[in-house]
């Protein structure tokens, strides 16, 4: 089974804190994804990125930056927290050659204060 | 503009009492539509991809069907357990395996 870990379940932060949110998957995939969902606009896009060191920009990456330094791990990062950043954040991934699937981890719950 | 948009937003059922969810999409090039479920304080989990109008897929009580506008989740004698949000998601012919997300309907089946 596919296996799609992030580091935190719930996080507290202030506002003007860096912020680091970490995704491991297991199954060799290409494709990562980070997404944010809000009541009421679904899941939007910030970053995915399709190789090690490869990013590309989602619909919303504004005030986010992500790394991704080795095949099995991305990071998004939120330089300066700030309130209107309080969501839900999801990682997940996918091989490039099945990408039907995406295979989700069990999502970050960030507040910022 | 791409967009994929959901109906209803909620949705209360009577256990047994069988319904459809409507995903509607305009999307340029659909390579794939794609339904999750998604349980409270969880990430999304896979359900189905159709990819071409006239498809159908099945799961226990839920199968999926697809026109060339919409796609509808029909439950059939659902059960409290089918509680949950139903995303639907339309993937695009680009380079990359971008998948736009509809809101999604919150379903609540009562015992």
């Known amino acids: 089974d596919v296996k799609v870990t992030q580091s935190s379940r719930y996080l507290v932060k202030r506002t003007g804190e860096k912020v680091f949110l970490e995704c491991v998957q297991d199954m060799d995939h290409e494709n990562m994804f980070w997404y944010r969902q809000d009541p009421g606009l679904g899941l939007r896009l910030i970053y995915f990125s399709y190789d090690v060191k490869m990013k590309e920009k989602g619909d919303i990456p504004e005030g986010y930056s992500v790394s991704r330094e080795k095949k099995e791990r991305f990071s998004l990062i939120l330089e300066s927290a700030s309130t209107n950043q309080t969501s839900m954040y999801l990682c997940?991934?996918?091989?490039?050659?099945?990408?039907?699937?995406?295979?989700f981890g069990p999502g970050t719950r960030l507040t910022v204060l | 503009e791409d967009q994929v948009t959901q109906s209803p937003e909620a949705l209360r059922l009577q256990e047994g009492e069988s319904s459809s969810l409507n995903c509607s999409y305009t999307v340029s090039g659909l390579r794939g539509l794609f339904w999750y479920r998604q349980d409270p304080g969880k990430g999304p989990e896979f359900l189905f991809t159709?990819?071409?109008a006239g498809e159908e897929k099945e799961k226990e009580r839920l199968k999926a069907t697809l026109t060339k506008k919409e796609s509808f989740l029909h439950i059939t004698a659902p059960k409290p357990e089918d509680s949950a949000t139903y995303l639907c998601?339309?993937?695009?012919?680009?380079?990359?395996?971008?998948?736009?997300f509809g809101p999604g309907t919150s379903l609540s089946v009562i015992p």
């Open positions: 159709l990819y071409s």
């Open positions: 997940a991934s996918t091989n490039s050659y099945s990408t039907d699937t995406q295979y």
């Open positions: 998601a339309g993937a695009m012919k680009t380079s990359y395996d971008k998948v736009i």
